[in-house]
């Protein structure tokens, strides 16, 4: 079943009875499926709750003023060059300095396609961090890159970083979708985070793009059981880039 409606889409999202589709159990140490058997994202009940426990604790020792700053300093440092400084910020702030496994590893860590590349990576960064910080590199890099593009479509020089950082989260979201499967019936129901985020009972104009829309209810970073526990971090790492590339002295963008 497809889900295209907000009201329906958050009525899943705070429904028990819908849990993420199962992952497989018997990868073989260190591998990618051994640790997507490990995180929060894919299990259940009681063992969710106290794997996202552990994550929500290591996320209040970081600040997210301060992981801007560091984003904005990078991005000047690397003369613009962004893309593996939210990463890296957000790594040197878990006591990682070698990102450099980050991107293979979390290629596989959503779809759960294993490679020997992602492999590698996944091996690699054991040998760096535990099972939780992994978790965080892993579910931040690609959702934070992705939301610094699809800004920047949108952004030119002098704009609000945040206007157009909460309104490219709705209108243009990085996470297009999610899954649930409904434990009741098997079904496996597709959440279409882009429609549920246009839903004209929720949101006025929506197709338009308007950064003065101010942060509104979307379903960008999840809702209800469940959600992105990250929401602050993932805007400082965006919005720290954001403020040195919409500097004014920097060249104007295409919008
Ligand atoms: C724009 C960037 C981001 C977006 C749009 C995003 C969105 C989401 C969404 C929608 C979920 C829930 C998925 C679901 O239930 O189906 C999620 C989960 C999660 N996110 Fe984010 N996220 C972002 C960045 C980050 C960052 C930077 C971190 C780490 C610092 C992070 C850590 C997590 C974790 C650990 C979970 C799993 C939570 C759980 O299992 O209970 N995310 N994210």
Redesign the pocket.
């Known amino acids: 079943m497809l889900i295209t409606r907000h009201a329906e889409a958050r009525a899943v ?1 705070d429904d028990a009875a819908y849990v ?1 589709p199962p992952v497989r159990q018997d990868g073989a140490e260190g591998t990618l499926a051994w640790l997507r058997a490990r ?3 894919f ?1 259940t009940g009681e063992i ?1 709750a106290g ?2 426990r552990v ?1 929500v604790e290591l ?1 209040a020792g ?1 600040e997210p003023a301060e992981l801007r700053r560091a984003a904005a300093a990078m991005t000047e440092e690397r003369d613009g060059d962004w893309r593996g400084v ?1 990463t890296a910020v ?1 790594a040197s702030a878990l006591g990682v300095e070698d990102t450099a496994a980050v991107p293979a590893a979390a290629s596989g860590y959503l779809s759960g396609e294993q490679t020997p590349q992602a492999d590698a990576a996944v091996a690699r960064l054991l040998t760096l961090a535990g099972v939780p910080v992994i ?3 892993l ?2 890099h690609a ?2 890159v ?2 610094i593009e699809n800004a920047l479509r949108h952004a030119g020089p002098g704009d609000d970083p945040e206007a157009v950082l909460d309104e490219t ?1 709705r209108r243009d ?3 297009r979708a ?3 499967l409904d434990t009741r019936t098997g079904e496996t129901v597709t959440i279409d ?1 882009v429609a549920a985020n246009r839903d004209s009972d929720v949101f006025a104009d929506a197709e338009r793009f308007d950064p003065a829309r101010g942060p509104s209810p979307h ?4 809702s209800g059981i ?6 602050g ?3 400082a ?2 919005a720290g880039v954001l403020d040195a590339l919409l500097a004014t002295s920097r060249p104007p963008r295409p919008r």
């Open positions: 999202l993420p995180v929060s994202r299990s969710h794997r996202r994550l996320l970081l939210p957000l978790t965080l590199l579910q931040g959702a934070t992705g939301l989260l979201p990085p996470l999610t899954r649930r985070v379903l960008t970073f999840g469940r959600p992105c526990p990250a929401p971090h993932a805007l790492l965006a």
